[in-house]
């Protein structure tokens, strides 16, 4: 197959040229330091408080409580640890199935003392709102979950939580980077504390992001050195990073319910194609989850051989979060669901983008469904090979 066929759109997008135009005045003939009181600096620092307007107005949030980071990971961290040295609480509930971003963060936290509480998600991949209420102490200074799960689809119960721990008056932090481009996400409708994103899942630029702070939240940022961002994260700022963030932000602000009815349709063709051409294989992500995502175990099959087989073919896959790319481990995500290590070791995810063609995805899961094929019948040849 000569052409590339893009199903990892979890993972990152490509920048859109809309985007990319938006950035470039920044890169060349705009390069002020945004701290510098000087004109060339002040329309750096114009362009950034446009920016932060933009993405607050899609928030519905107040434009102080955004706050622009290098991506979700610094994001997410900033959150966990902000938040509890600004309450001085030493106690951190999170569940087994977020980003490693996340997941890292909290090992940190008890490597310097704290505690944290993984909290297991259901069969389905859903929390239990319960489950993560009976976890709370006195001394619980935050809640960690993500909004939507990278590997399966799941849509986790944020609105329900955010409204029990607004009672209890504990901070709430949502990594909302896969839910950004998918999900609306209004703050004056949820009342939840922090929210994480990152630009390159919604076709904006690597290494961009921001952080939501609701008004109120205790924070204490962890990263020293200037006063940048209300002192909430120190460094120069990327203004060109920035800029291709909101711009994005507002291209998804147009385009995001006709972009979930795209890979909506999408998901389902590949699903039907597949259905036509192969036996033999199930479902991760549950049947609510969001419509980009699927992920799918196919019995009898090496993941890895067959995630190799299709880029060979020109299609691009994942086994799971591309933060854990070239590892050995199996995913952390299906393990914590209760799925055997056998079901794990031969699933994949696939996940879509607007972008992407009827075509494309109806040729790209016919090609699953004949390397399956060949692949489990160069297992039987072995097997009984073996056998004989």
Known sequence: MSRQIYLDNAATTPIRQEVAEAMQPYLYEQFGNPSSIHHTGQVARQAIEQARLMVADYLNAAPAEVVFTAGG?????????????GSGKRHLITTQIEHHAV????????????????????????????????????????????????ETGAIQPVKELALELSVRQIPFHVDAVQALGI??????????????????KIYGPKGTGALYIRKGTPYRSMLRGGAQERNRRAGTENVAGIVGFAKAVELLKRERDDRNQTVGKLRALFLQTLQQRL????????????????????????????????????????????????????????????????????????????LNTAEEVALAAGKVAEIVEDLRTRVQLFESTTKS
Request: charged share 15%; with cysteine; net charge negative.
């Open 73 to 85: 990971t610094e994001a997410d961290f900033l959150a966990l640890t902000g938040v509890l040295l």
């Open 103 to 150: 997941l890292h963060t909290g090992e940190m936290l008890e490597d310097l003392g704290y505690e944290v509480t993984y909290v297991p998600p259901m069969r389905n991949g859903v929390m239990s709102v319960s489950s993560i209420l009976e976890a709370i102490r006195p001394d619980t200074g935050l809640v960690s979950m993500m909004w939507v799960n990278n």
């Open 279 to 354: 036996t033999g294989f199930e479902l991760n992500s549950p049947k609510d989850g969001v419509p980009n995502v699927l992920n799918l175990y196919f019995h009898g099959v090496n993941a890895e051989t067959l995630l190799m087989r299709l880029d060979l073919e020109g299609i691009a896959a994942s086994g799971g979060s591309a933060c854990t790319a070239g590892s050995a481990d199996l995913s952390h995500v299906l393990l914590a669901m209760g799925l055997s290590e056998k079901r794990v070791g031969a699933s994949l995810r696939f996940s879509f983008s607007s």
């Open 183 to 200: 999900l609306p996400i209004d703050v004056a409708q949820i009342p939840v504390s922090l929210l994480s994103f990152s630009g390159h």
